[in-house]
C-alpha cells in the first residue's frame, strides 16, 4: 500500500471535467489536499458508465482483456449474437485501429506489462474504498465477503488455467471448489455449475450511483463546486485553461479531463490523441432480489457479474463494440436476463430493468493518469475499462502526488 502521507497542493483552482466515479474520486481528493475544485459534468454526478457497473472491487483482475489467441476469437465475436463479446459489423471500419492495437496488445510480453501495471494500479485499493466508504458516510455499501467465480465444470476451469495462474504469481490466494463447496457458500447457484474458485479478499460496493452521489455530496459540503455543462471545448491562456461550455465559461490554473468514453470528443481537437473506444456493457436488475446471493458470483463460462446490489439483484455484463452513437442493443441485455432465470431458478417471476453503458476502454486495458504531453496544465484519468470503481480511488492519489510534485 502506499504511504498515506498526502503532499498538499499549492492553493490553485483545478477544474476536473466528468462527475463519474473517477472525476468525483479525484475532486475529494485534490480539495482534501488544498486544491479550490470545479467538478463539472453535463449531468448529475454518476449517471455515465458508474451508474450501473456491477460494483465488484477486484483488485486479482491483472489480465488485460486481450489475451493471447484473441484473434482467434474475432470471428466468434463478429458471427454469435451469444458471444459475451460482440462486434457490430456496421461499426467495424470504425473499430479497425483500435481493434489492430487491441490484437498487438495480446502478445506475452504486452500482456505482462499490462498485467504489472494494472497490480501496481490496484494495490491497496480495498483498504481505500473502505475508508472512503467511512468518510462520505456510507460505510455499509462495501461488503468484504470475496468474489465466488463459477464453472459448469473442472474442464471449463482447467481452460482459464492461464488467468488463474496469474492472479496466483500475483499473490492472491484461490481456493478451487466442486458443488458441495459452492453450495456451502452459496446454496442458491443452479446445478449448471459444479465447479468454482473462491476469492476470499475481494470486496464489493453494493449501489455503485449511491457511493459516487455520497462522494459528490461530501465534496460540495466541503465547498467544492458542482457545475452542470457540458464541456465543448478547452483552450490553453497564459496562466492556464479555459473551459468553454454550453451554458458558461471557465478558467483554471489545471484542467484533469476524467469524461470516461467521451473524452476523445474534447481530446481529438488539442492533438491529444488516445485509442480510446467504448465498450458497451449492460445490467439487468431483479428487483428486491439482492439476497439470492451473499457476494459477487462470477458466471465465469458466460463473463456475467452477479451482484447483491442494495436495489435488487444485479447481472451485469458483455462487451459489445458498436460506438457511442448507436441506440442500445437490448437483445445483449435479454441474454443476461435469460442467463440469470436459468442460474438461479427463483428469479422466474421477479421482474426486470434493463441498462447499458459505455466502458471506457484502452486497447491494452490500462488505464492512462498523467500530465497529457506537451500540454502543460492539462491532465488525463481516462480509459479505466472494466475497472473504473476498483481503480478510481487509487488513480485520485496519482494525480493528487504527481500534481503535487510537479
Ligand atoms: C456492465 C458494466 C459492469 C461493470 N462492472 C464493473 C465492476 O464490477 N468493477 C469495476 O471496477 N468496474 C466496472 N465497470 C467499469 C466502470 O463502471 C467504469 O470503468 C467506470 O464507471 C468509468 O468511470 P468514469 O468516471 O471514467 O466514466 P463515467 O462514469 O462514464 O463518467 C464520465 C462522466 O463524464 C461526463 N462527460 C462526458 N463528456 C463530458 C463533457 N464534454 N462535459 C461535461 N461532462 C462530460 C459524463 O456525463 C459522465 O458523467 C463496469 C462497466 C459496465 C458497463
Redesign the pocket.
Known sequence: MHAESPRSLAPSTIAV???????CCIALELQKRGASVLL????Q??????????????TSSVAPLAMPGVLASLPKMLLDPESPLRLSLAYLPAALPWLARFVMSASPRGVEDAAQRLAALHHGAIERHEALTREVGVPGLLLRRGHLHLYPDAAALAADAQGWAMRERFGFQCERLDRAGIEALEPRVGRRYQAGVSMADQATIRN?LRYVQAIASTFAARGGQVIR????RLAPVSDGWVLH?TGGTFHADRAVV??????R??LDPLGVRLRLESQ????VQFAGAGDVVSRTVVLADRKI?VTPMEGGLRV??TVEIAGLKRPPNMHRAAILERVARETFPELASTPAAYWM????CMPDSVPVIGPAPGRPGLWL??G?????????VNTAWQIADQMGAA
Open positions: 471535467i466528468g462527475a463519474g466515479i473517477v472525476g463539472i459534468d453535463r449531468d454526478p454518476g449517471q455515465g458508465c458508474s451508474y450501473g457497473n456491477s460494483g465488484a472491487i477486484s455503485p455543462d457540458e464541456i465543448r461550455g476524467a469524461t470516461g468514453a467521451w473524452s470528443r474534447v458497451r456493457g449492460y445490467h457479474f451485469g455484463g453503458g459505455h466502458r471506457p484519468a481516462v479505466h475499462g472494466h475497472l473504473g470503481l476498483t481503480d478510481s
